[in-house]
C-alpha cells in the first residue's frame, strides 16, 4: 500500500483543467496551516482578555448557507450519478475528458471540496465565542483532513469518479449536521439538546459503514483497477473515523446514562 501512495505521490495531474486552489500543494496547504495556528495559538490568544463575541445572527446566516449549500449540492449529485454520469456503482469510474458533461463533474466535485473551506470557519466561530470545549481531537482532524484528501483526489486522480461518490454521503449528513445546527440556535435559553442530536453521529457512523463496505466491495473487482488508490484510503480513513466517532458517542450518550444509573 505504502509503495502504491508513493507512485501515486509522483504522478502529474491527470486531468488538465486546474479549479481555483487545486493547481498545486501549497494554497491548500497554506490554508490548513493558517487555519490551525488560529485556532490552536493565535486565536486563543486574542480572546484570552476578551469577552466572548455574540456571533448568533452570523452563525445562523451560517447555518442557512450550509443547508442550502448542501442541499442543492445533494440534488444535483444524485441528478449526475443516476443521469449524466450515468455510474456503475460495481466500478465507478471517472469520465474521460472529452465526455459531454465533463464540465458538470468538475464543477460538482469542486463545489465538494470549496464547502469543505467553508467549513473551517466553524471552528473559528467556536473561537471567537470562547467555546474551546467543542475543539476536539475529532473535531480539528476531521475538517483537515477532509478538504486535503479532496485535494489529493482530485489532484492526482481527477474530478468525479469513485471519490464524488464517497463524497456524497458526507454532503448528506452535513445537510443534517447544518439543519440540527440552526434548530438549536432558535432556542438558546434551553440548555437541553434536541433530541435527535445523538441520530447525527449515528448516522456518520452509517455513513463510514456504507463507505468502508463498499470500498471493501471495489477492492474486490478484479477488473476495475482505477479506484484500488481511492477505496483503499478511503476503507482505511473509514475505520479510523469509525473508531474515533464511536468513543465520541460512547461518551457523549452512553457512559453518562450509566453513571445516572449508578447514582442514588
Known amino acids: 500500500?505504502?509503495?502504491?501512495?508513493?507512485?501515486?505521490?509522483?504522478?502529474?495531474?491527470?486531468?488538465?483543467?486546474?479549479?481555483?486552489?487545486?493547481?498545486?500543494?501549497?494554497?491548500?496547504?497554506?490554508?490548513?496551516?493558517?487555519?490551525?495556528?488560529?485556532?490552536?495559538?493565535?486565536?486563543?490568544?486574542?480572546?484570552?482578555?476578551?469577552?466572548?463575541?455574540?456571533?448568533?445572527?452570523?452563525?445562523?446566516?451560517?447555518?442557512?448557507?450550509?443547508?442550502?449549500?448542501?442541499?442543492?449540492?445533494?440534488?444535483?449529485?444524485?441528478?449526475?450519478?443516476?443521469?449524466?454520469?450515468?455510474?456503475?456503482?460495481?466500478?465507478?469510474?471517472?469520465?474521460?475528458?472529452?465526455?459531454?458533461?465533463?464540465?458538470?463533474?468538475?464543477r460538482l466535485s469542486y463545489a465538494y471540496f470549496f464547502n469543505k473551506l467553508l467549513d473551517l470557519m466553524e471552528t473559528v466561530f467556536f473561537v471567537l465565542r470562547k467555546r474551546d470545549r467543542q475543539i476536539s481531537f475529532l473535531h480539528v482532524f476531521h475538517h483537515m483532513y477532509v478538504p486535503y484528501f479532496s485535494f489529493i483526489y482530485f489532484y492526482y486522480y481527477g474530478y468525479g469518479g469513485h471519490g464524488?461518490?464517497?463524497?456524497?454521503?458526507?454532503?448528506v449528513v452535513h445537510t443534517m449536521m447544518y439543519t440540527y445546527y440552526y434548530q438549536s440556535s432558535l432556542n438558546r435559553n434551553s440548555k437541553k439538546d434536541l433530541w435527535w442530536k445523538k441520530y447525527i453521529t449515528i448516522a456518520q457512523l452509517v455513513q463510514f459503514g456504507i463507505l468502508l463496505t463498499h470500498s471493501i466491495y471495489s477492492l474486490r473487482q478484479p477488473d476495475c483497477p482505477s479506484v484500488r488508490f481511492s477505496a483503499t484510503c478511503t476503507g482505511f480513513i473509514s475505520v479510523v473515523f469509525i473508531i474515533l466517532f464511536s468513543n465520541f458517542y460512547y461518551h457523549a450518550y452512553i457512559r453518562p446514562k450509566k453513571n445516572d444509573q449508578k447514582m442514588p
Open 164 to 171: 464524488f461518490f464517497m463524497c456524497f454521503f458526507n454532503v
Open 1 to 106: 500500500m505504502f509503495d502504491d501512495f508513493i507512485d501515486f505521490l509522483k504522478k502529474s495531474p491527470s486531468d488538465p483543467v486546474r479549479m481555483p486552489l487545486l493547481s498545486s500543494h501549497g494554497p491548500i496547504l497554506m490554508i490548513l496551516g493558517s487555519y490551525l495556528l488560529f485556532i490552536k495559538v493565535v486565536g486563543p490568544k486574542i480572546m484570552e482578555k476578551r469577552k466572548a463575541f455574540d456571533l448568533r445572527g452570523l452563525i445562523k446566516a451560517y447555518n442557512i448557507m450550509q443547508i442550502l449549500y448542501n442541499g442543492v449540492l445533494f440534488v444535483f449529485a444524485i441528478h449526475f450519478m443516476l443521469g449524466p454520469g450515468a455510474f456503475n456503482f460495481k466500478c465507478i469510474t471517472n469520465l474521460p475528458p472529452n465526455h459531454e458533461y465533463k464540465t458538470w463533474e468538475r
